[in-house]
Nanobody
Framework: RVRLVESGGGSVRSGGSLRLSCVVS???????MSWFRQAPGKEREGVAA????????YYTDSVKGRFTISRDNVKRTLYLEMNSLKVEDTAMYYC??????????????????????WGQGTQVTVSS
């Protein structure tokens, strides 16, 4: 059984920083991994994605230059470093892992349907 557990969320003032982590357990190794987020009243959106060997990354336009996705395959952990946080970044953030199939995760927005395993989410709240 594969499990993804996020941590690192919390409340922060605008301009602040947070680092989210997602620890993977279970059999096998994930391919693409991504961060999604869902704000109240909004659809879930792909925020960032990273290829298996960290050879390429993708970021949605609204977070480019502020967020950094990374992974440590030895530690089996995915990270999202979030800097210069804005109120509009407030959302539940979810870690997702692909184990079957393929995805152009380093070039295009991650697609929910491509990912088989999801964490339960960690809340990020940014106040002005």
């Amino acid at each position: 059984r594969v499990r993804l557990v996020e941590s690192g969320g919390g409340s922060v003032r605008s301009g602040g920083s947070l680092r989210l982590s997602c620890v993977v357990s279970g059999d096998g190794s994930p391919g693409c991994m991504s961060w999604f987020r869902q704000a109240p009243g909004k659809e879930r959106e792909g925020v960032a994605a990273i290829t298996p060997s960290s050879s390429a990354t993708y970021y949605t336009d609204s977070v480019k230059g502020r967020f950094t996705i990374s992974r440590d395959n030895v530690k089996r952990t995915l990270y999202l470093e979030m800097n210069s946080l804005k109120v509009e970044d407030t959302a539940m953030y979810y870690c997702a892992a692909l184990y079957r199939g393929t995805s152009s995760c380093g070039r295009v927005v991650p697609v929910e349907a491509d990912y088989q395993y999801w964490g339960q989410g960690t809340q990020v709240t940014v106040s002005s």
